[in-house]
Each structure stands twice: as structure tokens, then as C-alpha cells.
């Protein structure tokens, strides 16, 4: 069987380019007569790799000078936790937006480590929107304000930052690089690499710099972001194989005309696909049009039980993991950014089909 259309939410699909330029050095990098799985991390073959997954990561985002970016573990989730650890400093409170699954994580875990404050929330409403800004209860004492960019699991997503008297944190998990983005905005990023940048094992965060070196006493150095700060991220043995690949997906985004014509192809994929879903009177999509997700598409059929039906259908067209999350229902299509436009139009294409079969 040859390559699907594969609209995984997470581990998600690699671009093939990748995965071909990850077999043809596989046995052998770069002459080094070894893998990249292989090799000290510490090694001079190793530290290039790192360098530029770093370097290119940086010039992708346009992350500032005054910002460090971290290749580190633990996941996404490792950051609900490490977040509050070490902004918090001397205050015991931080506002967090509730807009979805992941933001109710987020909200959890922080709650073992101070007072956490729903600026807003959407959970009446199912997640399916934003609450609007003006309905914001913010905290001006809060240590931070933390918000979830794409809601992976509802569809939801920021399209716009709110301007805050406190530092903005995001978990931008499954967007990051999706777009261009003002970093300068926030005072710290986080995301799992599986959705977006590479391989699961490996978590970027990008920090300001002045906001490292304050943990909360008994903070583990392994989630101090200053340790790891310090020492380029490799305090222990980092997911070398994971960064190798992560920094293989930088450069095929470069080539691929960087985070513009990312975006641009993004919003074509997304706007293709919304638009089947809206035309017709069959398929529904549960989020607010102004906070539909350009990468995560959550939709149901006129009834439950064609579910399996149309999973069957797609399977055997190609078009794979199109199963919604089982808090959610029906369907989801993820098209991050290594989904062809090919594979979106293959779905449009089924959708429609699918639609005259049992409307
Ligand atoms: C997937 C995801 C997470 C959890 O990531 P892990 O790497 O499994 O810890 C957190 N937030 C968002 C938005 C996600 O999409």
C-alpha cells in the first residue's frame, strides 16, 4: 500500500520529503558511518544538527533577540505543569482562558501549584467559541495570563492576541508555524512537536529571557527553564533523533517559502474545506465561524450512525484518522502543515460524493 492522506490530530503527518531525506541518511549522516539515532549528542555532527534545527526554528518564527528558545521533553503537558513552576515567582495567582479540552489541562495542573482564575469561558457553550474580550475578568495581580492558541480536540482557535497588563503565555501545541506570529507578544510559547513540527518526544518552548531563573522553591532542575537554558537544552540527553527530524522540517518550510506561503497554503486547505462542509445541508461543523481552526476541522454527519459508514468509505479512498475525538463526535480533518493541498481536495471530493450517496 502506498502513502495515505493521512488528517492524524496527533502524531500527525510528516511531509514525505522529510521522511525520504530521514531514510536516505539513516544508515549513514552526513559521512559520519552512523545514524543520527547513533551519535553522541555531545558529538560535533550532533551540536551542527541542533545548531541549525535552532537557528532555522528562529528565523521561521522571527523569535527576538531577547527570547531562548528550548528543545526539551515531557510533552506539551510537561508545560502545564512547568509553566506555573517558573512564572509564577512570588505571586500565588494566574489567569488562564478556558476554551476547550487542553485549556481545562492547562487550568488542572496549575491548580496544584497556585490559584488559577477563568478569565472566561466557553464550557457552556461546548467550546464551540471565544468568549468575547470584553467579557474577560482578568486579574492584574496574576503572574501570567494563559491562553490555548488551537484547541485541537473543538476546533477552536485565536485568530487574533488579546493585549495584556501581564505576561501572555500560549500553548500553541498544534498551530505553531502554522502562521506568522508576533512573538514579541508573549512572554512564553510552548508546543508539542508531534502536531506541527516533527515527531512526538520533543516539546519547544520559547522564553523571554528575563523571565528564566525564578522557579518556585523545590522546582526539580529538570523543570527549571534556566537549567536548561544554560545548557543549550542539553542539561541530560535530549530527543536527538526527534530534534534531527524537527530541524529537517524547518528547512523544508524555508524551502517551501517559509511561514507566509505556509500560512497562505494553510488558509486555502481550510477555506476548501469549510466550504464543502457548508454547502449542502448535510454536514455540520459545531464552531463559532470566527473561531473555526485552520488546522483542526471538527464535523458531524445528519446522523451518528453514518459515522461508520463514511469512515469505511474514506479508508478505502486513502483518506485516514478522519475519526472526531470521542468527547466531540463525528469526524475531524487535521490539516496541518505537512497535508497537501492534494489531500484536502481528495476529501472535499469524498465529502461531496459521501453527501449525494445519503443525503
Ligand atoms: C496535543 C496537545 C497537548 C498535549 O501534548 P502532549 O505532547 O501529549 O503532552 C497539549 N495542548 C495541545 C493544544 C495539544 O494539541
Redesign the pocket.
Known sequence: MGRVHNFS??PAALPEEVLIEARDELLDYAGSGMSVMEMSHRSKEFIAVAERAEADFIELLGVPDDYRVLFLQ???????AMVPLNLLGDRDTADYVNT?A?SV??IEEAQRFCRVNVVASSEARGFTDIPALSEWRCNPDAAYLHL??????GGVQFHDFPDTSVPLVA?????ILSRPVDVSRFALIY?????NIGP?GL?VVVVRKDLLGRPRAGTPSMLDYAVHAAADSMSNTPPTYAWYLAGLVFRWMKAEGGLAAIAARNARKAAKLYAALDGGNFYRTPVLGNCRSVM?VPFTLPDAALDAVFLKGAEARGLTNLKGHRSVGGMRASLYNAVPEAAVDALVDYLGVFAREHG
Open positions: 490530530a496527533g515531557g510533552g506539551a503537558t510537561l508545560q502545564f476547550g487542553w489541562k492547562a490555548c492558541s488551537n484547541e485541537t480536540i500553548d500553541m501545541s498544534s498551530d508546543a508539542g512537536a508531534q502536531k512526538a516539546t483542526n
